[in-house]
């Protein structure tokens, strides 16, 4: 495999002439990437350094994955211009199981070492973070951009945001990394690890970072925004948010998620085929072959889909239909008042605009909120 198949679509590859030094060592890299647990799906936009990943364990090196379970207690502040909400050690520990299963859609598991990273930092005592500490200047941390915005900004920067870093930069020292992957946000970080492993004696990590995949809307991706395409999300879904990706877009996705050109012709099979590729690489062929003609019939020719949830129909005559919405699809009557009328939910098919419905009207009846949102109401 060429240098350049295991840097595709990286922005930094550094320092320079690095990779080759390494690859001269004659024996399988270390390659480590982290994540901090903050949210229990892993989207695509965390699958790009995966991939990098997944391009040196095919060519016979080891893939380090640090679940961040004791730095997700502090919150990593690249690109933040607030300090990110602490989550629960519950909260941490779940995220945390169904991380790997997911990461393992990309990554080579058997070429895989799966560490936490409060193995070593759960055990530092207060003479090592000093020691820690030392090797970089509050001035440094200063000129980092998302600090120097809200330093300038007078908003609150925590002592815990500024050893963020330094404690990403220790997981390298503690598992001896020979090449780090991230995104363009950590490259801070990345380097942090650099200076550690040289304060400690060791022979500096190349750092690797790739670009940020924007999400289906054009902003950040983001879980908190929902617009993302989960690693782990129902066929279904996964394709539905594909398709929801703009032209202008196109290219970007087919670069980064497929690590292809897009092909001539029109954006719509393009999109088309990122989609397949998309629950394919998730779900297997037969998966993305049924998201497809679910996408077909239920989006593009209106229909419902082949199975629909049943939800027994309330009592009394006529049904408020809002009721009915915010038990079927987890609305607030608020919300299902204004689909209704925005002529977006429809009883058989046929659009409503009436909040109370004979009851007789909604035996049996497949009432759809949205384009994608279905339940047949049982009862007589």
Same mark, same amino acid.
């Given at each position: 495999?060429?240098?350049?198949t295991?840097?595709r679509?990286?922005v930094d590859?550094l320092?320079?002439?690095a990779?080759?030094t390494?690859?001269k060592l004659?024996?399988p890299l270390?390659?480590?990437?982290?994540?901090?647990?903050?949210?229990?799906d892993?989207?695509?936009?965390?699958a790009?350094p995966?991939?990098?990943?997944r391009?040196?364990q095919?060519?016979g090196?080891?893939?380090v994955?640090i679940?961040g379970? @004791?730095?997700?207690?502090i919150?990593?502040?690249?690109?933040?211009?607030?300090?990110?909400p602490i989550?629960?050690?519950d909260?941490?520990?779940q995220?945390a199981q169904? @991380?790997?299963?997911?990461?393992?859609?990309?990554?080579?598991l058997?070429?895989?070492?799966?560490?936490?990273?409060?193995?070593?930092?759960?055990?530092l005592?207060?003479?090592e973070?000093?020691?820690i500490? /030392?090797?970089?200047?509050?001035a440094?941390?200063?000129?980092?951009?998302?600090?120097?915005?809200r @330093?300038?900004?007078?908003?609150?920067?925590?002592?815990?945001?500024?050893? @963020?870093?330094?404690?990403?930069?220790?997981d390298s020292?503690?598992?001896e990394?020979?090449?780090?992957l991230?995104?363009?946000?950590q490259?801070y970080?990345?380097l942090a690890?650099?200076?550690?492993?040289?304060?400690y004696g060791?022979?500096p990590?190349?750092?690797l970072?790739?670009?940020?995949?924007?999400?289906?809307?054009?902003?950040?991706?983001s879980?908190s925004?929902?617009?993302y395409i989960g690693?782990?999300?129902p066929?279904?879904?996964?394709?539905?948010?594909?398709?929801r990706?703009s032209?202008e877009?196109?290219?970007?996705y087919y670069r980064?998620?497929?690590?292809?050109d897009?092909?001539?012709?029109?954006?719509?099979?393009?999109?088309?085929?990122?989609?397949?590729?998309?629950? /394919?690489?998730?779900?297997?062929?037969?998966?993305?072959?049924?998201?497809?003609?679910?996408?077909?019939?239920?989006?593009r020719?209106?229909?419902?889909?082949e199975e629909v949830?049943?939800?027994?129909l309330p009592?009394?005559?006529?049904v408020?239909l809002?009721?009915?919405?915010a038990?079927?699809f987890?609305?607030?009557t608020s919300?299902? /008042?204004?689909l209704?009328a925005?002529?977006?939910v429809?009883?058989?098919?046929?659009v409503?605009?009436?909040l109370d419905?004979?009851?007789?009207?909604?035996?049996d009846?497949?009432v759809?909120?949205?384009?994608?949102?279905?339940?047949?109401?049982?009862?007589?």
């Amino acid at each position: 495999m060429s240098i350049e198949t295991l840097t595709r679509n990286a922005v930094d590859v550094l320092p320079d002439g690095a990779l080759e030094t390494k690859l001269k060592l004659g024996r399988p890299l270390r390659v480590k990437f982290g994540i901090d647990v903050t949210a229990p799906d892993v989207h695509i936009g965390n699958a790009i350094p995966l991939q990098r990943m997944r391009a040196f364990q095919d060519e016979g090196h080891l893939g380090v994955l640090i679940i961040g379970d @004791y730095t997700t207690r502090i919150g990593d502040p690249s690109g933040r211009s607030a300090e990110r909400p602490i989550l629960s050690p519950d909260e941490i520990d779940q995220n945390a199981q169904t @991380y790997l299963e997911q990461a393992a859609r990309v990554i080579d598991l058997e070429r895989t070492e799966v560490r936490h990273n409060g193995e070593w930092l759960g055990k530092l005592d207060f003479a090592e973070v000093l020691r820690i500490t /030392r090797t970089v200047t509050v001035a440094q941390m200063l000129e980092r951009d998302d600090f120097a915005k809200r @330093y300038s900004a007078q908003a609150p920067i925590s002592v815990s945001e500024l050893l @963020y870093p330094l404690m990403q930069g220790f997981d390298s020292v503690a598992i001896e990394a020979d090449v780090e992957l991230g995104g363009t946000d950590q490259l801070y970080n990345l380097l942090a690890g650099r200076a550690l492993q040289e304060a400690y004696g060791q022979e500096p990590q190349l750092v690797l970072t790739t670009p940020l995949l924007l999400g289906f809307d054009g902003s950040k991706m983001s879980a908190s925004k929902g617009n993302y395409i989960g690693l782990a999300e129902p066929p279904e879904e996964q394709f539905g948010k594909a398709m929801r990706i703009s032209d202008e877009m196109l290219g970007d996705y087919y670069r980064l998620v497929m690590q292809a050109d897009v092909t001539a012709g029109e954006p719509m099979e393009a999109k088309l085929e990122l989609a397949r590729f998309i629950v /394919r690489r998730s779900w297997g062929e037969e998966a993305a072959a049924q998201a497809e003609a679910h996408f077909t019939r239920v989006v593009r020719e209106g229909g419902a889909p082949e199975e629909v949830p049943e939800r027994a129909l309330p009592q009394g005559d006529p049904v408020h239909l809002p009721t009915v919405l915010a038990d079927a699809f987890g609305l607030s009557t608020s919300e299902a /008042r204004r689909l209704i009328a925005q002529g977006g939910v429809k009883i058989d098919g046929t659009v409503v605009g009436e909040l109370d419905v004979p009851r007789q009207t909604l035996v049996d009846a497949i009432v759809q909120a949205g384009k994608r949102r279905f339940v047949r109401l049982a009862g007589a």
